[in-house]
């Protein structure tokens, strides 16, 4: 079985077939769980719809660095963010983090939304989901400052290098690896799938975007994780059996408020 570890059912490109086909489709190329992400706190109900369709699927509370900056999210504390994880269908924290190549929010509130939701995953014990783009060592920075070394999570679509997988891994943090890894233009992020350990790896999709060749362009859904699969097996010279076994039993490691088998 394989984890779609982040992706985003709640999303309009799906709203035509809906979820439970998506649902459906995954399950037939061997998808058994799914974690489907939150961007903003302030359309949190439409997540949590999306987890709702499925017992196979969980979900995240947070706000995308993107958003950082809009008034319905700017001013959220930690305890606020924590409230939302009493619900049982949340398992972690975000997707949060730094994004210095849009700058769509002042890096100076990414970074304060960012502690912030480091904050709520240590109150609730539950891990952060992490989007970092052009910000490795800001992003380090405000785990370490922020988390104390306490803080658990992933390092979701990581699209950097050996360099950066190791300050990652070093903090404790898994390293999740998205279709990226079947472009053409991607080798350092396919080394640093060989330099991981495949007990540190995730795999998902980022769905709808991102789809992996051969659907690169096209809208990406959770069925094409299997893809990603693949890949990372190529890489490491191990079976697809090996990275399914192992990446699953990683994604139950680190979102432990999620039990296999669940319902």
């Known amino acids: 079985m394989l984890v779609d570890s982040h992706c985003h059912l709640d999303d309009d490109d799906f709203a035509a077939e809906g979820v439970a086909e998506i649902v459906s489709r995954a399950q037939s190329a061997g998808v058994g769980h799914f974690l489907t992400i939150c961007t903003r706190i302030?359309?949190?109900?439409?997540?949590?719809?999306?987890?709702?369709?499925?017992?196979?699927?969980?979900?995240?509370?947070?706000?995308?660095?993107?958003?950082?900056?809009?008034?319905?999210?700017?001013?959220?504390?930690?305890?606020?963010?924590?409230?939302?994880?009493?619900?049982?269908?949340?398992?972690?924290?975000?997707?949060?983090?730094?994004?210095?190549?849009?700058?769509?929010?002042?890096?100076?509130?990414?970074?304060?939304?960012?502690?912030?939701?480091?904050?709520?995953?240590?109150k609730a014990g539950l891990p952060i989901v992490v989007h970092t783009r052009e910000a490795d060592d800001d992003t380090i920075s405000v785990i370490r400052d922020a988390g104390g070394g306490k803080s658990k999570g992933v390092m979701h679509c990581f699209s950097g290098g050996v360099d950066f997988a190791k300050r990652c891994l070093d903090l404790g943090y898994y390293l999740s690896f998205s279709g990226i890894i079947t472009f053409k233009k991607a080798d350092d992020i396919r080394e640093a799938v060989k330099y991981a350990p495949i007990d540190r790896i995730l795999v998902e999709t980022d769905a709808p975007w991102l789809a992996p060749v051969p659907h690169r362009g096209k809208r990406n859904e959770p069925s094409y994780v299997a893809l990603t699969a693949q890949t990372v097996a190529q890489l490491k010279n191990i079976s697809v059996e090996d990275v399914a076994e192992k990446t699953t039993g990683n994604f139950f490691s680190l979102f432990g408020k999620i039990r296999r088998g669940t319902p």
């Open 42 to 122: 302030a359309e949190f109900d439409r997540v949590l719809k999306a987890a709702n369709a499925s017992p196979l699927i969980h979900c995240t509370v947070g706000t995308h660095p993107h958003h950082a900056e809009e008034p319905a999210e700017l001013n959220i504390t930690a305890d606020e963010i924590v409230e939302y994880t009493k619900n049982q269908k949340v398992a972690g924290i975000g997707e949060t983090g730094l994004d210095y190549h849009y700058n769509h929010s002042p890096s100076a509130e990414q970074q304060r939304a960012f502690a912030t939701h480091i904050e709520a995953g240590l």
